[in-house]
């Protein structure tokens, strides 16, 4: 990748010539080089500096950026091209579907809501094995390989969003079932987690526990906090048992090095602080529904439902031709609110 992508000096020098010296102040290429002695393309100032240093006009600066880079994309086509790597990961992709759902409560674009039902509905239908398990991977029509606890981690988490920014019960169903794979296949019987791999792998030596955040979050970490939204919704005690346990059984570490236990900390403060468990029914649902999805409430569950469900949650807080929001704490709910902003005053409060 190095070789293809970086530039040295004289190699700019060689084939832009008289457009040399002003391509390599703006895109701050040196002999030295920023990285292993060579050059990664950079702009390190404003073009209108650059014309003020050549005194010559931005727009002629435009023209020479445009016509050098038109030039040196050429001569890199010259070269040869790293290896793609274009196998679609599980995983990876799920996590791209909660940040979809993510984008669209704060900015309310239709596109990103449909976004994440699509890439929902590929993974779905793509990386399944059969009734009880997924693959991990997929390319040119096929899936492979056995899906790890990350990949049903993320998978769970992405469902849980989804029926956030849709009010669709299918989705938490979905993550049930998920869940209840994850149970099957994954727990260390003798232990407080999940192991990576599924007891249906066979090609292993010895099956490892994740705990630690990197450069994705830790898979216990995300099934500890999908434990407590679905034992919410569900009512499912030992779900919320096992998500406690989890995090009971790391607590000296999170805190001595909360950086490396992200997501871990933000499940202790749930449930430290306690979880708002906001629930919306009646006609208007849709329009209150977005209205809370704009604000920022990083420990909350959200349901929204057009009308009464037997999910524990929502049952028999549905009222003819009426829309309510109904803020609980441990499945204990207030009076209900007819409007967002006595809610979330109430919430706000509760923070102050």
């Known amino acids: ?68 880079k038109k030039t040196l994309l050429a001569a890199r086509n010259k070269r040869i091209r790293p290896t793609t790597d274009d196998k679609i990961i599980l995983g990876w992709n799920a996590l791209l579907v909660t940040a979809f759902c993510k984008a669209y409560a704060v900015l309310q674009d239709e596109k990103y809501k449909l976004a994440a039902d699509e890439l929902f509905n590929f993974i779905k239908l793509s990386f399944a094995n059969d009734i009880d398990s997924f693959f991990h991977t997929y390319k040119d029509g096929k899936a492979k390989y056995p899906a790890f606890l990350d990949d049903y981690a993320y998978f769970i988490e992405a469902a849980i969003n989804l029926q956030e920014i849709t009010a669709n019960f299918e989705y938490l169903d979905f993550a049930k079932k998920l869940t209840n794979i994850v149970f099957n296949n994954f727990l260390d019987k003798a232990g407080n987690f999940f192991f990576f791999t599924s007891k249906n792998q066979k090609d292993i030596i010895m099956r490892k526990f994740e705990l630690y955040d990197g450069a994705v979050p830790s898979a216990n970490a995300v099934m500890a906090k999908n434990l407590h939204y679905l034992s919410k919704v569900y009512n499912n005690e030992d779900w919320l048992a096992k998500s406690a346990l989890m995090l009971d059984s790391l607590k000296k570490i999170i805190l001595k090095h909360p950086g490396s236990f992200g997501v871990w900390a933000q499940q202790a403060l749930n449930l430290n602080v306690g979880i708002n468990e906001i629930v919306i029914v009646g006609e208007n649902m849709s329009t209150l529904l977005n209205e809370v999805l704009e604000e920022y409430i990083p420990n909350r569950i959200l349901i929204g439902s057009f009308k009464d469900s037997n999910i524990t949650l929502i049952s028999k807080k549905y009222i003819f031709e009426k829309t309510f929001l109904y803020l609980c704490l441990n499945s204990v709910c207030k009076e209900p609110y007819d409007n967002t902003r006595d809610m979330l005053r109430v919430i706000e409060n509760k923070v102050n």
Do not use: C
């Open 1 to 68: 990748e190095g070789k293809f992508y970086v530039w040295t000096k004289l190699e700019i020098d060689e084939i832009l010539m008289d457009d040399a010296p002003l391509f390599n102040v703006y895109f701050d290429v040196t002999e030295t080089g920023n990285w292993e002695h060579t050059n990664i393309l950079r702009i390190v100032q404003p073009i209108e500096k650059v014309a003020v240093e050549f005194n010559i006009s931005l727009e002629q600066v435009n023209s020479i950026v445009k016509r050098s």
